[in-house]
């Protein structure tokens, strides 16, 4: 069985040049799951949003929504980090609402730290949830929450200007105590270059090669999506396209009669007469 990572391995490993990867999950059977593999840290983020709830985007979840999630990922993985989402509108209004959420999430779920997107001006926020006592996860490049306001679901620092300005948002969030940053849709030479500039882990999704850490959605990975796939996205197996064979196969011989069999009935003999 595997040992569940604290936040002081996080910059360990850094230290020590160790990777680890990063999965999401949403629910008690998947978290069961990612617990039983070599997997390191769980997300829940709020990507549930489309992928749990049907939304478009991410913006609708509520904090009742994540402490919902977060609930039974916590029980279902108790080997596996697990990190909360901070839902969007969560943190935006000043650092006290952003305090008592995050306090909330953390009582609440049993979860082992909060993540929230943003980076330089979001410095303050996070020291202030960290002196408060909880751990913080910084997330920069493409933030969804605010993928709007970026254009759309697109590659980040691909300027010489935007590059270094993720890098100092990085640095920012280094100094105000987050004890590791996810770094979302970038060039890898971007990734690399605000990997060198922090001592803390650089979790890359769509970063490239050269991060401590990747980061892949478990619906992505596992092929459960029909067409959408996003360019950073390798399929490790297609298990759409095995859940939806052994569905038909029920389906078959539920019909035809071949399903149950004795094998699968119970068939212990009991007098008609008795049952009525």
Do not use: W
Not at 81 to 105: C, H, L, W
Not at 130 to 139: A, E, F, R, T
Not at 169 to 197: H, N, Q, T, Y
Request: proline residues 4%; hydrophobic residues 40%.
């Amino acid at each position: 069985m595997k040992k569940k990572m604290s936040v002081l391995d996080f910059k360990r490993y850094k230290a020590e040049g160790k990777k680890f990867a990063y999965v999401t999950a949403y629910d008690y059977t998947m978290a069961s799951i990612v617990d039983q593999s070599d997997v390191e840290v769980i997300l829940v983020g709020d990507s549930l949003g489309m992928i749990m709830l049907g939304y478009k985007d991410t913006t609708p979840v509520t904090m009742d929504d994540m402490i919902h999630h977060i609930r039974p990922v916590v029980k279902g993985a108790p080997n596996t980090f697990i990190v909360g989402d901070m839902p969007f509108g969560s943190y935006n209004k000043s650092i006290e609402q952003g305090i008592e959420n995050a306090t909330r999430m953390i009582k609440e779920t049993g979860c082992d730290c909060v993540k929230l997107e943003g980076g330089a001006k979001y410095a303050e926020l996070v020291h202030a949830i960290v002196n408060s006592g909880i751990s913080v996860m910084g997330h920069i490049g493409l933030t969804p929450q605010n993928a709007t306001q970026l254009g759309g679901f697109k590659v980040q620092g691909g300027t010489p200007e935007a590059a270094q300005q993720l890098i100092e948002d990085a640095k920012e969030l280094e100094r105000a105590g987050a004890f590791s940053i996810v770094l979302e849709c970038v060039p890898k030479v971007v990734g690399k270059a605000i990997s060198e500039a922090v001592s803390v882990p650089i979790l890359g999704i769509g970063a490239g090669p050269y991060v401590d850490c990747q980061v892949l959605v478990t619906q992505d990975l596992l092929g459960m999506y029909g067409d959408f796939k996003p360019k950073f996205v390798k399929l490790f197996a297609n298990v759409r396209d095995v859940m939806v064979n052994a569905l038909n196969e029920f389906h078959k011989e539920s019909l035809s009669g071949e399903f149950p069999s004795d094998e699968y009935s119970f068939n212990k003999d009991v007098p008609l007469n008795k049952l009525y």
